[in-house]
């Protein structure tokens, strides 16, 4: 078994990095059944699931959290991975709900609805894992703050005062990244967080820091998804490797307020406003992205990358080319439609309303919207990615994920809960499992995991 070490995202080989996201879904209940009764243990038994606390036999998790029902991915390796197994996760909880013999009039997967002047959100996280030793660096709170805030080609697309680009900005405030308060999970939102104790997921070390990024939409988009994990990887490798980039250029143009930012991108449909730097400068959030992207690509020329962050940043820059030319505000995509989740969203929208009629007062629209991210039954938005594709994660991709745990210690947990008696485990973790009164840690996230052979 090969061990991965914190210190090897510094060296000139770093290993993929462990993704996972959490989706929390909706139910629309008629009936007022018990929301634990759509993930009972009969109704995972008939998906043919076995499960401890809600860990599966195939490396997922499935729970109810605050009213919600919860699907959280397996640890995976890469963004490739992670991307697919997003996408399973909703055909996976669908598949149980169905198998539940429960009444519902939808499941949905959404991060933020406006209704009139009322916003709900739904959490939506995507989990990358760090070395402890970069946690405190100040440049999180600058360059990947302004990442997130301009990353909109990540953004899903949603109905507030008109239509906006992220379906999360409203409630997301100052300071961008919290390390210490975690009662901000639920008020006073951040972007992103690094839990201070997180021996539950993490497990028993003080080597590993997981960056929890709450500034997230959901997508069904599997390019988008794939792209948005990949860029956040490879924004955490040029805070790795600040050695062998222009470290003063991508925190020179970091934007002064990163939210103030966030607000201002997710509300222009053109792409094209600015905001000003902590140089002094005013750019937009393309010129930021653009920043990035080309010094990823830099970093992959001096250190070997893995392959499918590699790839991502062809694609990454072909975005911010396409971005440069679209216009949503006059209905110019620049072949967007077949890439990113907002895009067809809004062309969705705009062909059945007039755009003055696109606001959150408007039942029909919201109708309209929520229908499009409905995951059982299958709603507009998986209908029409579904059709489309992606080049870059297959069904196929898809599909193994959901039989096959990742070679991490999902698939040490999964083959404990699949062939272990059930009866002889008592409970079960991120970082370890209950069996015979005895408590089994995983000693690292990585256990399992062996590099391609050369």
């Known amino acids: 078994m090969y061990h991965v070490r914190p210190n090897d995202f510094y060296s000139e080989t770093p290993p993929p990095r462990i993704i996972g996201t959490e989706s929390e879904c909706s139910i629309q209940n008629p009936n007022n059944t018990p929301i634990h009764d759509y993930i009972s243990r009969k109704s995972l038994r008939n998906s043919g699931l076995n499960t401890v606390g809600g860990f599966l036999d195939n490396g997922f998790k499935v729970y109810v959290d605050v009213g919600f029902l919860e699907i959280d991915t397996p640890e995976c390796l890469g963004p490739k991975q992670a991307a697919a197994a997003d996408y399973a996760a909703?055909?996976?909880?669908?598949?149980?709900?169905?198998?539940?013999?429960?009444?519902?009039?939808?499941?949905?997967?959404?991060?933020?609805t406006m209704i009139a002047e009322d916003i709900k959100t739904n959490?939506?996280?995507?989990?990358?894992?760090?070395?402890?030793?970069?946690?405190?660096?100040?440049?999180?709170d600058t360059v990947f703050a302004s990442h997130l805030a301009s990353r909109v080609w990540s953004f899903a697309g949603g109905v507030q005062d008109n239509f906006c680009l992220s379906q999360k900005i409203k409630g997301i405030i100052e300071p961008s990244i919290e390390r210490h308060n975690l009662s901000r999970r639920t008020a006073n939102k951040p972007m992103a967080?690094?839990?201070?104790?997180?021996?539950?997921?993490?497990?028993?070390?003080?080597?590993?820091?997981?960056?929890?990024?709450?500034?997230?939409?959901?997508?069904?988009?599997?390019?988008?998804?794939?792209?948005?994990?990949?860029?956040?990887?490879?924004?955490?490798?040029?805070?790795?490797?600040?050695?062998?980039?222009n470290a003063e250029r991508i925190i020179d143009y970091s934007f002064k307020k990163q939210v103030v930012s966030a607000n201002v991108f997710s509300r222009d449909l053109s792409f094209k406003k600015t905001v000003p730097t902590l140089e002094g400068k005013s750019i937009s959030a393309l010129?930021?992205?653009?920043?990035?992207?080309?010094?990823?690509?830099?970093?992959?020329?001096?250190?070997?990358?893995?392959?499918?962050?590699?790839?991502?940043i062809g694609l990454w820059i072909d975005v911010i080319d396409r971005l440069r030319q679209a216009d949503l505000?006059?209905?110019?995509?620049?072949?967007?439609?077949?890439?990113?989740?907002?895009?067809?969203?809004?062309?969705?929208?705009?062909?059945?309303?007039?755009e003055e009629l696109i606001h959150s007062g408007n039942n029909d629209v919201i109708t309209a919207n929520l229908l499009w991210d409905r995951v059982s039954p299958i709603g507009g938005g998986m209908k029409y990615w579904r059709a489309v594709g992606s080049k870059y994660v297959s069904e196929d991709d898809v599909a193994q994920v959901l039989t096959t745990p990742p070679r991490t210690r999902a698939s040490i947990r999964a083959n404990i809960i699949k062939s272990d008696g059930l009866s002889k485990l008592e409970a079960a973790n991120w970082s370890c499992i209950y069996r015979n009164g005895f408590k089994i840690n995983f000693d690292s996230p990585y256990n399992s995991y062996s590099p391609p052979l050369c």
């Open 287 to 312: 010129d930021y992205q653009e920043v990035l992207a080309s010094e990823a690509q830099a970093l992959s020329y001096k250190i070997e990358l893995p392959d499918d962050e590699v790839d991502a």
């Open 329 to 354: 505000s006059i209905g110019e995509y620049a072949g967007l439609l077949s890439v990113l989740d907002f895009a067809p969203r809004h062309k969705y929208l705009t062909t059945r309303f007039p």
């Open 90 to 112: 909703i055909l996976l909880l669908g598949k149980i709900v169905e198998q539940s013999g429960k009444p519902h009039d939808g499941l949905y997967r959404f991060t933020g």
């Open 193 to 245: 967080m690094i839990p201070p104790n997180d021996e539950d997921t993490i497990g028993n070390t003080n080597d590993w820091a997981r960056l929890e990024i709450r500034f997230a939409d959901t997508g069904f988009s599997l390019t988008g998804r794939y792209l948005s994990l990949a860029a956040s990887s490879l924004v955490v490798r040029l805070l790795e490797h600040q050695d062998l980039i």
């Open 123 to 140: 959490g939506y996280h995507e989990n990358l894992m760090i070395p402890r030793s970069i946690a405190e660096n100040e440049q999180l």
